[in-house]
């Protein structure tokens, strides 16, 4: 069975969620997004995920699933934060039953979310540290 990997949002799905994300999104500056993860499953202020993103994903060998904060188990929310983790996140099990593994925190995704080739690279680097079975397509070890 493939490992999950979770990318948590920086950001919740409600309503007021959304609008709060976009100004928070259009009062910051490039350099300092809300929401990297956002940048880049869905290019920043758009609701649906990229051509770019829908590609990137399926060269990830795992159930990848993407949270926003109030969409996220108790279970995440309490490994968050007791890791004193930032959102946005990435998260690694590799079954259900598996413990939950810290694989990118929010600074790497922010290095990271304008180019999905440099993403890849990093999730498997930090996969592999964080001691998490993790294939990516077309990333050498």
């Not at 990997?5 to 300092?32: E, H, M, P």
């Not at 309490?78 to 099990?93: E, I, S």
């Not at 039953?97 to 999905?116: F, I, N, P, R, Y």
Request: glycine share 6%; proline share 3%.
């Amino acid at each position: 069975m493939a490992p999950t990997l979770y990318i948590l949002y920086n950001a919740n799905a409600s309503a007021i969620g959304k609008v709060d994300y976009a100004f928070r999104k259009l009062t910051s500056s490039a350099s300092n997004s809300p929401c990297s993860a956002c940048d880049l499953t869905h290019g920043g202020l758009r609701l649906t995920e990229t051509k770019e993103w829908s590609a990137t994903k399926k060269r990830v060998a795992a159930d990848v699933k993407q949270m926003h904060r109030d969409e996220a188990p108790q279970e995440i929310l309490d490994f968050v934060a007791a890791k004193g983790a930032r959102y946005p996140c990435v998260l690694g099990q590799e079954s259900a039953q598996g413990e939950l593994k810290l694989v990118m925190d929010a600074e790497a995704l922010k290095e990271t979310s304008k180019d999905h080739e440099r993403f890849l690279a990093r999730l498997a680097r930090d996969a592999k540290e964080a001691g998490l079975g993790l294939q990516v397509e077309g990333v050498k070890e």
